[in-house]
């Protein structure tokens, strides 16, 4: 495939124009610089086909001064928006509906949302899309609850796209960088997609935290629960947990789960996802990771194995600390971010532990991005 055309101002893509096998290897050297005296890193695993991988797709709308709507993303660092046709690491499916979306505005006479000038209704569209199940959610994005002839719209937007499944408006009516809003209001079908992954179902909102490539995601899942090396009796924390995916699918060898998770939509979906898939060993709870791992502690708990699976800047210190006095004898620690990954486990390994082994996973082609399992040990109860 040629070069992305958009490569050089939309910032998305970091190795455009570069075979995929360097691209893997440039990944792998970065991770070995990185964890250089922690642990081995082994053999980075990447993707069989590294294109149009992304199952959530988010477009930016605009207007030109010729009154031209466009669609597209944000110009790295900045809130200027390039408009892209075609980009080869989005669901195409997924593109072609927020192209659909892009025609229908002006015979709807919807207007698009202007940051300038704070005017305008619709601000973004996120499309979300089930790799099994062939489920889709469409998001639209607006300022204001009232939405013109939103029936009618449906309709027309079902009629190019009977696939999708569900459509959700979400109410941004802030002057904010945050994408979505607080609020959804059900357009059409149940309001969200589900998705299978390592054999389970799994629930996905509007505001649901779900891995953007679930392929590889089932490779990184089985992989991080190997090295938990479950027997069917340890009690299990998964911390940043979302909806709930690792740790279900761990609860099936495992004694007791406890997840954790600060987004009060992903807790709930988390409680449907153990439903779901009939777990009757899981719990999860809603609340700030590092406070409820510190409660814990303090309440003389403990742990076996701990999942945690934090942001791109990764857990705090208060959080590590908390963990290392609940003392699981295994640390799983599941990095989308090597900086703070490299950051974290000095601190964990000045609390005793000992990372075993580094396993990098290509989730993000064409971008500086990868996840990490690192597995760590400690002192045997």
Same mark, same amino acid.
Not at 100 to 120: A, C, H, M, N, W
Not at 142 to 150: A, H, Q, Y
């Given at each position: ?23 893997? &290897? ?42 031209? *709507? ?33 025609? #229908? ?16 209704? #619709? ?37 190019? &796209? ?65 090295? %938990?090396? #479950? ?38 979906? %988390? ?7 009939? *777990? ?16 814990? %502690?303090?309440?003389?708990?403990? %742990? ?43 601190? #964990? ?33």
């Amino acid at each position: 495939m040629k070069p992305c055309p958009y490569a050089k101002k939309c910032g998305c893509c970091d190795y455009q124009g570069i075979p995929y096998e360097e691209q893997l &290897h440039t990944k792998q050297k970065a991770l070995e610089n990185l964890l250089q005296g922690f642990c081995p890193v082994h053999p980075i695993t990447g993707m069989t086909d590294p294109y149009h991988y992304r199952n959530k797709v988010h477009a930016v709308f605009s207007r030109t001064k010729d009154g031209r *709507i466009l669609t597209g993303m944000y110009e790295e660092d900045s809130h200027r928006v390039v408009a892209v046709e075609h980009c080869q690491i989005e669901n195409e499916k997924a593109q072609e509906i927020i192209h659909t979306i892009r025609d #229908l505005l002006p015979s709807f006479k919807i207007t698009v949302y202007s940051e300038q000038s704070g005017y305008g209704l #619709l601000r973004h569209v996120l499309v979300r899309t089930g790799e099994k199940t062939g489920e889709i959610l469409v998001v639209l994005v607006v300022t204001s609850p009232v939405f013109p002839s939103k029936v009618n719209f449906v309709r027309a937007l079902r009629k190019k &796209h009977p696939e999708i499944t569900s459509v959700v408006l979400n109410l941004n009516d802030r002057k904010t960088s945050m994408v979505l809003g607080k609020r959804d209001i059900i357009l059409h079908g149940p309001g969200y997609i589900e998705d299978e992954i390592c054999g389970m179902r799994f629930r996905i909102s509007a505001q649901s935290f779900y891995q953007v490539n679930p392929r590889m995601a089932e490779k990184l899942y089985e992989k991080a629960i190997a090295l %938990a090396d #479950l027997h069917g009796t340890e009690r299990v924390i998964d911390a940043y947990c979302g909806t709930g995916t690792i740790g279900l699918i761990a609860s099936k060898s495992a004694g007791e789960l406890i997840g954790v998770e600060l987004n009060p939509e992903a807790v709930r979906d %988390a409680v449907k996802n153990a439903r779901r898939n009939r *777990i009757e060993n899981a719990r999860f709870v809603q609340a700030d990771a590092g406070q409820f791992m510190t409660a814990l %502690a303090e309440d003389g708990e403990s %742990a076996d194995v701990l999942f945690l699976d934090p942001p791109r800047s990764g857990a705090t210190e208060e959080f590590l600390r908390a963990a290392a006095r609940l003392a699981p004898s295994r640390i799983v620690y599941i990095s989308c971010g090597p900086e703070s990954l490299a950051r974290d486990l000095l601190v #964990l390994k000045k609390l005793g532990y000992r990372a075993e082994g580094a396993w990098p996973y290509d989730l993000f082609g064409f971008t500086r991005h990868m996840e990490t399992v690192v597995m760590m040990s400690g002192v045997e109860k």
